[in-house]
């Protein structure tokens, strides 16, 4: 058994390869899986960083195969972060695993990045379905939704992601348990707090798992206040006693 890095009544987070992780996990054990993964992992097509597109691509969709296919075995719905760059690698995988994309969404930032010197100024990302049973229920949802960003990094990591943006993928499926195998700075398992979910996380870089953990723990105790505040009444004596 692997131990976890951080272990609560609602959170279990792991420090390692979600490759190595994830197999440990039990068929069918989450509602949704809903992350962020690196957008160009393993594409060095000749080892040495001289790049041919088509083949570093490839490469790419063999490593997003395994999780992908991971997720499908453990979870009833899959959500993942993605960019325009990174799309046909994912199509690549899906097709390779057998399992089509339901949807996509555009995730608009309201607001625009800096961009290079020759093209159009980002402000949008996206943010792919995968369905395994679990559909989204509210059939009045639409494919473009705003979540405000900025360029900010308030926790640190230079891809962090708005908490909301993770918390309407979770609401949308309905789910109660949710896996990030990509959890960087935890942002997943401050909105799975934040909603009262369960949560598994797993980090390769020890750095984030750290940080991770602090802001998952910070969330728990703000929202073990919060229960407190509404359960809190005044006593015979005057004081106040959370039950
Ligand atoms: C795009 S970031 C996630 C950012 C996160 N959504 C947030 O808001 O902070 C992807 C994370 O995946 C981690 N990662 C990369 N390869 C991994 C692997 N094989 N297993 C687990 N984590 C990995 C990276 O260290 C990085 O922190």
New binding site residues.
């Given amino acids: 058994m692997i131990e976890p890095y951080y272990q609560s009544d609602r959170v279990t987070l792991y420090h390692g390869?979600?490759?190595a992780i994830l197999p440990t996990l039990e068929d069918g054990s989450v509602d949704a899986v809903v992350t962020?993964?690196?957008y160009g992992?393993n594409t060095k097509s000749d080892g040495m960083g001289k790049l041919n597109p088509w083949a570093d691509l490839c490469n790419s969709a063999m490593w997003y195969a395994a999780w992908i296919r991971e997720s499908r075995r453990v979870a009833g719905a899959l959500w993942s972060c993605l960019n325009w760059r990174s799309l046909v690698t994912f199509q690549k995988a899906s097709c390779d695993v057998g399992w089509p994309i339901e949807s996509l969404m555009v995730w608009h930032k309201d607001w625009i990045g800096p961009g290079g010197t020759r093209g159009l100024r980002p402000s949008y990302e996206l943010v792919a379905f995968w369905s395994n049973g679990r559909t989204i229920a509210d059939r009045g949802l639409s494919d473009v939704q705003t979540f405000k960003w900025c360029g900010h990094k308030p926790n640190g990591?230079p891809?962090?992601?708005p908490v909301g943006l993770m918390q309407f993928c979770a609401d949308a499926v309905q789910a109660s348990v949710v896996l990030d195998?990509?959890t960087?700075?935890?942002?997943t398992g401050v909105a799975c707090i934040k909603t009262g979910r369960r949560f598994i996380g797993?980090?390769?870089?020890e750095k984030?798992c750290e940080i991770a953990a602090r802001r998952i723990q910070k969330a728990e105790a703000e929202a073990m206040e919060q229960l407190c505040d509404s359960n809190t009444s005044p006593t015979t004596t005057g004081e106040t006693r959370c039950h």
Avoid at 202 to 205: G, L, S
């Fill in positions: 390869d979600c490759l962020d993964p690196p992992i990591h891809a962090e992601k195998p990509f960087g700075s935890g942002t797993i980090e390769i870089d984030y």
